[in-house]
């Protein structure tokens, strides 16, 4: 070494994503990481109890830098990432959704948020449909409506002209791609195990932002994602767990009148809008799901924090 030269070495990022009867889907995330350009990297697969041949198809694949973490049991999205979480050694966590395509610089482009400002501890990347890839599926998130539960991806199903170019703080991550700082974990936590597929990044971002970090959104960065490889379209689980996580999320999140507002807002009309949609034609599967989501809350008891989410930016 000369005289003088300078070590430097780059932050080490751990990528985590989960596997649920979906190898050959998984195996496709792992091939599109070959591109990747940062060096300092490692990739963690956790098989949640799928009981698939996504081992096998790992060695044969000669991935590099790939651990398999493997559950018994399927701990769903929230548990599994925190399972991931605890094999992991990185300066950052890579949350990816494995129905996900990145590009090469992708993980350059979502450090840079970081570097630019410490108050940054969760940075998306700009995502568009896979089957569709000029239609966007987040370029940042709208803020929650506290008196209906709604909240939705900035640009969703719009065709990307550049309009969503600038970057900047937001208020929700997206589940499906997210870079999160250490001490983001250290301060906030990790995933709440009791949503176990879907909301939980909605109930993380709040967290988030209460404990003063920003949640970015990195126009430069893009992937591609394959919506709903996991768990369908539409189907019980999803209708359960969709049903179940709004109610469970609103309890958690918000309190005093907006929070009575929500509840007669939801019981008066976007409950049963969902009771007749699943009547007309008859599907009682759903029906069931729809009635077990609201008795599970009924016996789960919510403590609301106290603060409100702070906005983007922090103020």
């Not at 979480?85 to 990816?96: N, S, T, V």
Request: aromatic share 14%; with cysteine.
């Amino acid at each position: 070494m000369a005289k003088g030269e300078r070590i430097t070495t780059k932050p080490v990022i751990s990528l985590i994503t989960i596997n649920y009867k979906q190898a050959a889907v998984t195996c496709d995330l792992l091939e599109s990481t070959r591109a990747l350009t940062y060096p300092a990297i490692e990739v963690i697969v956790v098989d949640n109890g799928s009981k698939d041949d996504i081992a096998e198809r790992i060695q044969q694949g000669n991935y590099p830098n790939v651990v398999l973490v493997k559950s018994l049991e399927n701990l769903g999205f929230s548990g599994g990432n925190n399972l991931g979480i605890q094999h992991a050694r990185g300066d950052y966590y890579f949350f990816l959704n494995n129905d996900t395509i990145v590009t090469p610089d992708l993980l350059e482009q979502l450090l840079i948020p970081f570097e630019e400002d410490p108050g940054v501890g969760v940075v998306c990347p700009k995502i568009r449909f896979h089957d569709e890839p000029a239609i966007i599926q987040y370029a940042g998130y709208h803020p929650l409506n506290q008196y209906t539960g709604r909240t939705w991806p900035v640009g969703l199903m719009e065709l990307d002209r550049g309009q969503y170019d600038q970057s900047g703080p937001t208020w929700f991550a997206h589940g499906a791609a997210m870079l999160v700082s250490r001490s983001v974990l250290e301060r906030a936590g990790s995933f709440d195990n009791s949503f176990f597929l879907y909301y939980e990044e909605l109930d993380w971002s709040s967290r988030i932002r209460r404990a003063g970090f920003q949640i970015y959104y990195q126009a430069k960065a893009l992937i591609y994602h394959r919506e709903s490889m996991s768990v369908g379209k539409a189907n019980q689980l999803k209708v359960y767990y969709h049903t179940r996580n709004r109610l469970w999320f609103m309890r958690r999140n918000v309190s005093g009148l907006p929070l009575r507002i929500f509840y007669l807002y939801y019981f008066l009309l976007a409950l049963p809008k969902a009771l007749i949609q699943y009547a007309f034609p008859w599907q009682p599967t759903y029906l069931k799901a729809v009635k077990d989501a609201i008795v599970w809350n009924i016996h789960h008891r919510a403590t609301p924090l106290l603060s409100p989410p702070l906005s983007p930016t922090g103020f």
